[in-house]
């Protein structure tokens, strides 16, 4: 069968590189592995003719959708709540800011989609299912469905969509289209759907429709659940959907660890389940360290922890991992400090990784500010600083006397000339050369007309900035940044906006642009891997030891019902009228704890090590239940 004709739907963007990469690319044709929202992208593309004839919302008749990326469909909404808010009072009675709202919107929107459920009634589903009800929550329920609509439809009328948008589109308006579900048909001859209990309900949809009509099919089922139940997925409606269309054949036996870690993992999930207390029969490989008072003291035996395997009990850094429950700054810099001094590499492969940490890109936004006077957008003496820390090569004391010169007239930006210069007291007797060319660059840019901010962008990074200390990450980060600016003036064009504000402000407003970590997708054969429980659970990683960090943090089981959101109430499965109790709240959490430290042990080889604090980093007590479940699956071991 032509591999055009086999369509196969995975998790994530990891999962699809993986099984290109496993199919004989050299010998078979176009690999059709994709996720669910990657394939309804490019039908929305290759059909988008039908979908504007079935969606009069649609005003602007292009040829192509646009799509908006992750940081500018938040800026989008954040603008819409931050105006209704100012000038119509919105929200009044929520405590989080603009940028949390936003996430809680654009969320529960997504939520609504992948469900199938009218994105009318978010507001509605989620005030209904609080215990206590009163007019400031009813009120801000009621906020939410008014500023979806208003970002919604300004969006659908100018032809660009968001993720939510982008699923609503196809199955509201391509998928019921005869021609193309006949087309569909034609086309996908043998469905293959990876990781089933990852998916959403409409993306079950999908599949039920395509066997339905296919030559064959072939579905992988984890019967103990999904890491991304609070990104859409619903395994209880998938297997209830497929079982009835497919043949059964279960998997018994362990494929990714020993018997033992699989009865013990089997035992600790009853205990939280239960809330009991039974010993294991099953303890080889698996200790728990004493409890630290501070989490200082617990990284420090944790980086002796790790000597010891490496050079006492013979394991290659690569054979450990840390999971921590978000792999701080201060875990891996710690804990990078500790090991890195014995020659041993960390890598933090917990997912995303924002480029505003990189050197280059924070001076780049800073260049630009300075080139855009006109703009009136504040820049901190500190941004100055780096900036010509970077070009002249100064030091930081002496950049940070010029940088306070060059801010200390507010909004409008001078960079002072030779004759003010020494005047200044502590810059004399330094060689400002490239500090005076970098001076007449801008003046020279700023004397005429303001070029697309991704040009600007590569223009002072190849003129200004680029040096012999840049690296590979350092140019991708960098690339990053150009591409954003590009698909963010292609889009945000539409709204009638200034492009080149509304990008700096964006990032000036912390809408951080994040990608891929690509040390994730290199090799770490020379490292010890730090991650969070989803990013682990998520990619492909396979262990000897595993490390868990901070097993007392309540952060092991976040919290499900949130001040504006709760993914359990905007399940397609969840009562219109139903109320989401305290009682079921607690529920959820130990079923997601019990959950993800199964499928934690379940991929262990070797051995398993827990340590914990007392205390966090932040000085709080840590009252997470996990510890004493462990301790009683161990034999009350501490």
């Known amino acids: 069968m032509p591999s055009d004709n086999i369509l196969v739907l995975v998790a994530d963007a990891v999962h699809a590189a993986e099984w290109k990469k496993r199919c004989a690319p050299e010998i078979s044709g176009n690999i059709w592995a994709v996720t669910y929202l990657g394939f309804v992208r490019q039908e929305l593309v290759n059909f988008y003719q039908h979908v504007w004839k079935n969606c009069p919302e649609i005003k602007d008749r292009n040829i192509k959708p646009l799509f908006l990326n992750t940081e500018t469909s938040k800026y989008l909404m954040y603008k819409v709540i931050d105006s209704n808010r100012r000038n119509r009072g ?124 296919s030559t064959s099919c072939l579905v992988s089922f984890n019967s103990e659940g999904s890491s991304r139940e609070a990104f859409g997925a619903d395994p209880i409606y ?95 810099y710690f804990l990078g400090m500790q090991l890195e001094n014995k020659g041993i590499g960390i890598r933090n492969v917990s997912g995303k990784v924002s480029i505003s940490e990189n050197k280059y890109v924070r001076s780049l936004v800073t260049a630009a500010l300075i080139c855009h006077p006109l703009l009136n957008i504040p820049i901190k003496s500190w941004d100055v600083c780096e900036l010509l820390s970077l070009i002249t090569e100064a030091d930081k004391v002496r950049c940070s006397i010029l940088s306070e010169e060059i801010c200390s007239m507010g909004q409008a930006v001078r960079l002072p000339d030779q004759k003010d210069i020494e005047q200044i007291n502590g810059l004399k007797g330094f060689d400002w050369t490239k500090y005076f060319i970098f001076r007449q660059w801008i003046n020279e840019y700023i004397e005429n007309e303001p070029i697309p901010l991704h040009l600007f962008f590569q223009m002072a990074f190849m ?48 809408f951080i642009i994040r990608g891929e970590d690509d040390i994730s997708r290199q090799d770490i054969n020379d490292s ?39 993914y359990r109430v905007l399940s397609r499965n969840w009562p219109m009228e139903g109320i989401y109790t305290e009682e079921m709240e607690e529920l959820d959490r130990r079923a997601q704890l019990a959950d993800t430290m199964r499928a934690i042990i379940k991929r262990c080889g070797e051995k398993i090590i827990t340590f914990e604090s007392v205390l966090s980093s932040n000085g709080f007590e840590n009252n997470g239940i996990l510890p004493n479940y462990l301790g009683a699956a161990l034999g009350g071991q501490l």
């Open 90 to 213: 919105m929200f009044s009675g929520i405590t989080a800011n603009n940028q949390k709202i936003t996430e809680f919107l654009l969320n529960n929107y997504m939520q609504a989609m992948l469900s199938g459920i009218p994105y009318k009634e978010t507001g509605t589903r989620l005030y209904n299912s609080l215990d206590l009800k009163d007019e400031v929550k009813r009120q801000a329920y009621m906020d939410m469905d008014t500023v979806i609509e208003a970002y919604r439809s300004k969006c659908y009328s100018l032809g660009t969509y968001d993720n939510a948008m982008t699923v609503e589109l196809f199955n509201n308006c391509l998928l019921k289209d005869a021609f193309y579900r006949e087309n569909l048909k034609s086309r996908v001859k043998y469905l293959m759907a990876d990781n089933m209990e990852d998916a959403s309900p409409v993306q079950t949809d999908l599949v039920k429709l395509i066997t339905d009509n």
């Open 528 to 566: 010890v891997v730090l991650t969070a429980p989803f990013t682990y659970l998520s990619g492909n990683f396979k262990n000897r030891v595993t490390i868990l960090a901070g097993l007392s943090s309540e952060n092991w089981s976040l919290r499900i019902s949130k001040e504006l959101g709760n």
């Open 463 to 510: 003129e200004l900035i680029l040096d012999s200390n840049v690296n590979g990450h350092d140019i991708r980060q960098v690339k990053r940044l150009c591409d954003s600016a590009a698909g963010f003036y292609k889009t945000v064009s539409r709204f009638n906006m200034n492009v080149l504000k509304e990008f700096l402000e964006m990032l000036k407003a912390g």
């Open 238 to 332: 998938a297997f209830n959907s497929i079982k009835s269309n497919l043949d059964e054949v279960e998997l018994k036996a362990s494929y990714l660890c020993p018997d033992n870690f699989y009865k013990f993992s089997e035992v600790l999930h009853k205990n939280i389940i239960e809330d009991n207390y039974i010993k294991s029969q099953f303890l080889f490989g698996i200790s728990k360290e004493p409890s630290c008072e501070l989490k200082s003291e617990m990284l420090e035996k944790i980086a002796d922890s790790i000597l010891k395997l490496i050079y006492s009990e013979g394991y290659e850094p690569s054979d450990i991992v840390i999971i921590s429950t978000f792999a701080d700054p201060v875990t891996e």
